[in-house]
């Protein structure tokens, strides 16, 4: 998928024959297969590193993608001022040291802290950490490809039935399987290795034998992190490094341990080299969109072993997003009538600023509606989606072809858009609601960035990158003020008719199967119809919010669906408070308005964002609204106190923060101690 | 006597080389109780899981009011008419006491499917009942997650009568409950039971419990049914002594008396 993520990577070493003359020959299968196989490599570095922290740790590492690329960089930087044989292996070598280094410094510093966070803030951290690299990687090494040397010894080629193969090729071919057997070696013929098994079947029990465990979590993390970082540093004699290399890889290798199974070094080595083989033939299939056989198999894997080849099933889930144990209330008469004033007054803002302020009100109407639905998926259903953007993008997509290709008139384009998003969530959505927690935000995912690489390749369809423009209102609406009207109106219905189904039937049933699937099924209700029917709703809203976008910019582009769209979505929830009703309304126009002003102020917008994300998560992990309540609730419970003393049970109302991870009830505990 | 609620044939389940539960039979008549009894890990919740569906079974066969289960789903079993407390309590803890059992209602009303509508408001009444019937009216507004575990053991014994169940399986259904609140809604299910002719199967550590509300006493160790009865059979019977013996249990002092 190299190919296919992110396409700036130039492939200089690829010695395979001329695009031209693909001649279906047996040589040439052969060459491709072995070109296959030696992606499979670092792909499968990379991926077991994530495997591995996973089986002890329990995080999906997100900022693995970082450091493989901070690998490259500092391999790049090692072996371009020492050159020779030492200097590049000992520079590829000390380059993966280097990083491992950093890692166990982020474990220390951060993800000690959220070991026992819900997943989400896991993930949102450790991505958090993937932007600020990002900013930190251009600011140290400038935003160019950088070219590195190719390695001393192994420069040439090597004739196989009569087309040349890559020396180097060959040495990451034979390099996989070779570190396949040392990580086998490492975890059955060590003391620490087998410690570390132990510790992936039962982390208590380690404990209980008296082992350091906070010390076995960092290394493992800092194993984990140097396989990433090796990983990267071994692709600098085949491919160019980037800025753009680290989402790129992660991707792959969310897909890898998806199809493989979290937690098996030797499911992600298999997964990795179906992976590689399936894109270096891919390319033959379908030249255009040659991630389509990818999300083919990923999706047979899925229906057969929904825990990949050989994954285990995981325990039950832990503590999901948005749970909360202060219940939720409809709004009462007051805040119904108040909250008409702020709409009232919104509508008034025509009056009162100018064009361009008219137009970022729109966009934060339009993204307020964007949160609205993934908040319905994540907080309501628990399902932390990471991909929420696609469905955003196809509506988009889905508005702008019916504009440009069917000629529909703006209203018509505004109802049939959001269709395509509605397609791509009862697709995508099928598949991914038979997952729960990590396996279900890295599926979202990887179905999000397949949706990308769509928009992106099919460019006689959706003109890549250069997007499909000239989708413009049509002339009523075509005001900066009216325009304004229109997304305001459509977006307050949106989030209106969002909350009814919060507090609807079938948003008790969401909610029931987010809180216990065991007692939900027990009492009849069918989980993953309930949860898939929630993905629809979720991808029709997001997709709503993406045709009016489509119209507000006057143009599409595969960004509407890139991951960072889906994680402005996720940071707007979590901001806002992921445990409330109106968390995400109002993290939407928090944010939205404060990352405009950022970008106007700021270079290093990522750097600031990714420390906003990880400071969100350490240590305001209840958001802006569920800080709020927690403020009235504390106000309230004292003067309860003060009028009549006795009140019954301890009042934990404010105590389990998700943050802390604190389980709510006290069940599993007194199993524990029993 | 006509068709009994639940007959259970030869039931196995064995995980890796551990025969977890091997070649239980048994009956349960319409208002009988009947206790499950035996020392941890003996097999107890790993029979109740596969009489309702939630785990698959090696071998054997279960018919519930006549019906094979055989591959239905937990939620299907639910709908014969089979109501599950569970020995580690799931409820909605993001939900109050009353949501709790507003949801199994609307559940077996098939309302759940219904987009708009305050599902607050819907069988309001019959959850109060339900919640008064086991003593948990006035805790109807409590948040759920704020619950003492024996509270929550309540709660899901209403949850379990929603459907009108004729069977009621309950996983140790009193622990972590006060003594006297264990004579009470013991009470409660039996009287329950023997109104509505509900078939109930229990398991429970605390013997005193066992032999004052069972009618049955089916003794299960290691996986096996090693003796049953009456509860005067199984008290005098040598081989359920032998098994206890040493667990230091209420039984000791129970069966000397
Ligand atoms: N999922 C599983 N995998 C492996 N072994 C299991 C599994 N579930 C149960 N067992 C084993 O099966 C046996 C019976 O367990 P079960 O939970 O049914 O006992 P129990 O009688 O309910 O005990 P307790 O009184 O402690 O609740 C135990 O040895 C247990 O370790
Ligand atoms: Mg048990």
Redesign the interface.
């Known amino acids: 998928m190299s190919s296919v993520a992110q396409p700036s990577e130039p492939r200089r070493n690829d010695a395979g024959p001329d695009q031209n003359q693909r001649v279906a020959s047996v040589e040439f299968f052969v060459v491709q297969f072995l070109t296959g196989l030696a992606s499979a490599a670092s792909l499968f570095l990379v991926a077991s590193g994530l495997s591995i922290i996973f089986g002890v740790t329990r995080i999906v590492n997100f900022a693995h993608g970082a450091f493989y690329m901070l690998g490259a960089y500092v391999a790049y930087t090692l072996t371009d001022r020492f050159e020779g044989f030492f200097g590049f292996w000992g520079g590829i070598v000390v380059a993966a040291l280097v990083v491992a280094a950093v890692g166990a410094l982020l474990e220390i510093v951060l993800l000690r802290r959220i070991y026992r966070a819900p997943e989400l803030f896991q993930l949102l951290a450790t991505f958090g950490v993937t932007l600020m690299v990002q900013d930190l990687v251009v600011m140290i090494w400038g935003p160019e490809d950088l070219v590195g040397p190719r390695a001393p010894g192994l420069r040439g080629a090597v004739d196989i039935l009569g087309l040349a193969v890559p020396t180097y090729d060959l040495f990451l071919i034979v390099l996989g399987p070779l570190v396949l057997g040392g990580l086998w070696i490492l975890f059955h013929r060590t003391r620490w290795g087998v410690l570390v098994r132990a510790a992936t079947q039962d982390r208590d029990m380690v404990a209980a034998l008296g082992v350091n465990q906070t010390w076995l979590f960092t290394s493992v993390f800092a194993l984990g992190i140097f396989l990433a970082g090796l990983g990267g540093a071994l692709q600098i004699p085949r491919n160019a490094v980037t800025h753009l290399m680290d989402l790129s890889i992660i991707v792959e290798v969310f897909v890898v341990v998806v199809i493989g199974g979290l937690g098996s070094v030797l499911g992600a080595f298999i997964a990795a080299v179906l992976v590689s083989e399936l894109n270096a033939f891919g390319i033959l299939i379908f030249p255009k969109i040659s991630i389509v056989l990818v999300f083919l198999v990923m999706a047979c894997v899925l229906i057969v072993r929904p825990w990949g080849l050989l994954g285990r099933a995981e325990g039950p889930a832990r503590q999901p997003a948005g749970l909360s144990i202060r219940p939720w209330r409809p709004m009462s008469q007051n805040q119904r009538l108040i909250m008409l004033a702020v709409v009232v007054a919104a509508g008034f803002a025509p009056f009162v600023t100018g064009d361009y302020a008219l137009t970022v009100l729109a966009e934060i109407a339009v993204f307020a509606l964007f949160a609205a639905s993934l908040h319905f998926l994540m907080t309501v259903g628990g399902l932390a989606s990471f991909g929420h953007a696609a469905y955003f993008g196809l509506g988009a997509y889905g508005a702008a072809f019916a504009t440009t290709m069917f000629g529909m008139p703006m209203i018509g384009s505004l109802l049939l858009g959001p269709l395509l998003g509605v397609a791509g969530a009862i697709l995508f959505g099928w598949f991914c609601v038979r997952l729960s927690g990590v396996y279900f935000a890295m599926l979202t995912l990887a179905f999000a960035q397949i949706a990308w690489s769509i928009a992106f390749q099919w460019v006689e369809v959706t003109g890549g990158d250069n997007g499909i423009l000239g989708v413009w209102p049509a002339s009523w609406a075509s005001s900066p003020a009216t325009f304004y009207w229109l997304a305001l109106a459509v977006s307050v219905i949106g989030i209106v008719a969002l909350r009814v189904l919060v507090f609807s039937p079938f948003g008790y049933a969401l909610r029931a199967t987010r809180d216990s699937a065991l007692r939900s099924e027990a009492i009849g209700i069918d989980r993953s119809r309930v949860q898939w029917a929630a993905f629809v709703i979720a991808g029709t809203f997001a997709g709503i919010a993406g045709a009016l976008f489509a119209f507000l910019k006057g143009s599409v582009f595969p960004d509407n669906l890139a991951i960072p769209m889906s994680v402005d979505g996720l940071v707007m929830v979590l901001l806002g408070g992921i445990e409330t009703v109106s968390g995400a309304v109002v993290g939407a126009i928090v944010y939205k308005a404060l990352a405009i002003w950022l970008v106007s102020q700021t270079d290093l917008s990522k750097l600031v964002l990714g420390a906003i994300i990880v400071l969100l998560v350490v240590a305001f992990p209840k958001g802006i609204v569920g800080f709020a309540e927690d403020l009235l609730a504390r106000r309230r419970t004292r003067a309860d106190d003060g009028g009549s003393a006795a009140r019954t049970a301890p009042a934990k109302a404010t105590a389990p923060t998700s943050g802390s991870g604190a389980a709510p009830i006290a069940a599993p505990k007194m199993e524990a101690a029993r | 006597m006509s068709t009994p609620i639940l007959e259970v044939e030869n039931l196995s389940k064995s995980y890796g080389g551990v025969h977890a539960v091997r070649g239980v039979s048994f009956t349960l008549a319409a208002g009988e109780i009947l206790a499950l009894i035996g020392p941890?890990g003996a097999g107890k919740s790993t029979c109740f899981n596969m009489l309702?569906g939630?785990i698959s079974r090696d071998t054997g066969s279960v018919r519930i009011l006549g019906r094979d289960t055989a591959g239905l789903?937990?939620?299907e079993i639910?709908?014969l008419g089979v109501g599950?407390t569970?020995?580690?309590?799931?409820?909605?803890?993001?939900?109050?006491v009353r949501?709790n059992v507003?949801?199994?209602l609307?559940?077996?009303h098939r309302?759940?499917?219904?987009?708009?509508?305050?599902?607050?408001a819907?069988h309001h009444a019959e959850a109060d009942r339900l919640l008064g019937l086991v003593g948990m009216r006035d805790l109807a507004e409590r948040?759920?997650?704020?619950?003492?575990?024996g509270d929550?053991k309540r709660l899901e014994l209403a949850?379990a009568l929603?459907?009108e169940p004729r069977l009621l399986l309950m996983d140790e259904p009193t622990?972590?409950m006060a003594p006297k609140e264990r004579v009470a809604l013991m009470r409660l299910t039996a009287t329950i039971a023997r109104e509505q002719s509900i078939g109930v199967l229990f398991t429970e550590h605390d013997m005193d419990v066992v032999f004052e509300h069972a009618d049955r006493i089916m003794v299960l160790n290691r996986g096996s049914l090693i003796a049953g009865g009456t509860p005067a059979e199984v008290r005098n019977n040598p081989d359920v002594k032998a098994v206890y013996l040493g667990e230091g249990s209420v039984y000791g002092g129970e069966a000397a008396a």
């Open positions: 941890n309702n939630q789903r937990p939620r639910w709908r599950r569970f020995q580690i309590t799931a409820t909605y803890p993001s939900m109050t949501e507003q949801v199994a609307l559940s077996h309302e759940l499917g219904r987009l708009f509508g305050f599902a607050g819907r948040p759920c997650g704020e619950l003492a575990y929550l949850i929603v459907n622990a972590g």
